[in-house]
């Protein structure tokens, strides 16, 4: 038998995510961390870099990295320091980036996967806390910078290359943003870059103990895009190493539109950075009471919740998943379920009716006007058999587009179920007498007759009469004895 060409290869797969933290201010200066400024508005002398100007540090945005390094299992270093990266590029006015080097702030910790229904834990070597450095958009001909984003709290979660393939590295990214959304540390909005990530790679003949040498692809800031170019530049290795070629060490560009990696530039070294210490700050010194004090506030992390949620309410796996993955929705299935006691009913209305309404309106559910209490009353109502499945629906649209009650709607709507045997039961004769051939196909036992009659009564109940007591209704009218 023939292997393939990747089956006789391993791929390693290392992610640096820079995370834009949520602090009211910037890193080093008062300017606001905000997004959407008209250009250069958020700017003062410390962001723009002007000489003479002195940095003071952001505590919060340390806070925040050390949350996210307790939820990650890391451990945080109790001395940690600044240090100056040197690199000339025109979105960086200073000429360096005030960064960690050899101290950072939290070391270790891991992130577990789900693939293909197997656990895996994917490492991290350290998290570190730096500035974010201008924007450069460049047109036909020229090129502007923005430097709105100078100085915006940037937090670096440096992973081991534990990752197998694309399929990983996108399960880890889905991962760790639902960890640091949960942390509330960063509004985690890809759209507006405050998730970015630079992919290394490398390929090692199946076997092999020693890492292939890698390439990195710069600046990724959407999922899909890691998952492609990543495909793409393993593929590209593992043919060039067939073919028994060798891989260049070097930065390496997406071209989205392409769906193809090019060459950029050589692979710089730390060395040419010529890291030093940051001499206009000073070093990072955290009590052990303050980090206590940050692990009190640590939010029920999405793992244990999943587990938490299929015990305490005794919903599937797969409910979990679902409802566990946005924390305002778990929050919201949460306050309904307490609210109705019937936990897997709850559960089938927001996975499905609610997230049906809210992707349709493009809502939040935070914005949602279906009170959880409102939704509890629905189940009721329906539990009780006092409106149908149907009804139900409609109540719950009502209730989506304007808010109220579910018992004041189905009365003003007048969708409240027949339960009431006499008004049935004269609804039954009514079809009887209107489908004798099928009336006589019942009494011979043929059950498909019995369903056919059945639709008439509830059509002439316009849907409101309750399908249980029809049936019984129609068997016991219908009986061969009768
Ligand atoms: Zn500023
Ligand atoms: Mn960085």
Redesign the pocket.
């Known amino acids: 038998m023939t292997r393939s060409p990747a089956a006789a290869f391993q791929s390693d797969v290392g992610l640096e995510v820079h995370v834009q933290l949520k602090t009211a201010?910037?890193i080093?200066?008062?300017?606001p961390n905000r997004y959407g400024s008209p250009a250069n508005s958020?700017?003062?002398?410390?962001?723009?870099g002007y000489p003479g100007s002195l940095p003071v540090m952001n505590r919060h945005a340390v806070e925040l990295t050390v949350k996210t390094g307790l939820m990650l299992g890391c451990e945080i270093n109790r001395y940690s320091k600044w240090d100056r990266k040197n690199y000339f590029y025109p979105d960086m006015p200073k000429n360096y980036q005030i960064s960690q080097y050899d101290l950072p702030l939290c070391i270790g910790g891991a992130v577990e996967i789900d693939i293909g229904g197997q656990r895996k834990r994917v490492g991290l070597t350290r998290i570190h806390l730096e500035e974010d450095v201008g924007k450069n958009t460049h047109y036909e001909g020229r090129s502007s910078v923005d430097f709105n984003r100078?100085?915006t709290p940037l937090m670096e979660i440096v992973t081991e290359p534990d990752m197998g393939s694309a399929d990983e590295a996108l399960a880890f990214l889905l991962a760790l943003k639902e960890i640091l959304a949960y942390g509330a540390v960063s509004d985690c909005n890809l759209e507006e870059g405050n998730l970015r990530c630079d992919v290394n790679c490398s390929v090692r003949p199946a076997g092999d103990t020693a890492l292939g040498v890698k390439t990195e692809i710069k600046n990724m800031n959407t999922f899909k895009g890691v998952h492609r170019a990543l495909d793409h530049e393993l593929k590209r290795q593992i043919a060039e190493r067939t073919q028994g070629g060798a891989i260049v060490q070097e930065t390496r560009r997406w071209d989205d539109e392409m769906g193809v990696t090019s060459a950029m530039r050589t692979k710089e070294q730390a060395h040419d950075y010529r890291y030093f210490s940051e001499p206009d700050l000073l070093p990072v010194v955290l009590s052990k009471e303050s980090i206590d004090e940050i692990s009190s506030t640590l939010p029920e992390l999405p793992k244990a919740r999943r587990m938490r949620f299929e015990a305490e309410y005794g919903i599937p796996a797969y409910d979990a998943g679902v409802l566990v993955a946005d924390r305002a929705l778990a929050d919201y299935y949460e306050a309904a379920a307490a609210a109705s006691g019937n936990y897997k009913a709850v559960s089938n209305w927001v996975m499905g009716e609610m997230l049906r309404a809210l992707a349709e309106t493009g809502t939040e559910i935070t914005g949602c006007r279906v009170e959880p209490e409102a939704l509890a009353a629905l189940v009721r109502l329906v539990d009780e058999k006092a409106i149908n499945s149907t009804g139900a629906k409609e109540v719950f649209q009502e209730m989506f587009e304007r808010g109220g009650e579910p018992q004041g709607i189905v009365e003003a709507r007048g969708l409240a179920q027949v339960s009431d045997t006499g008004a049935i039961e004269a609804l039954v004769e009514q079809a009887i007498g209107e489908h004798p051939d099928s009336a006589q196909d019942v009494r011979n036992g043929k059950e498909k007759a019995l369903q056919h009659l059945m639709g008439q009564v509830m059509r002439l109940s316009r849907g409101k009469a309750n399908p249980q007591l029809v049936l019984e209704l129609l068997r016991e009218r219908l009986s061969p004895g009768a």
Not at 28 to 31: A, E, L, S
Not at 42 to 48: M, Q, T
């Open positions: 201010s910037k080093w200066c008062g300017c958020d700017v003062c002398p410390v962001c723009l100078a100085g």
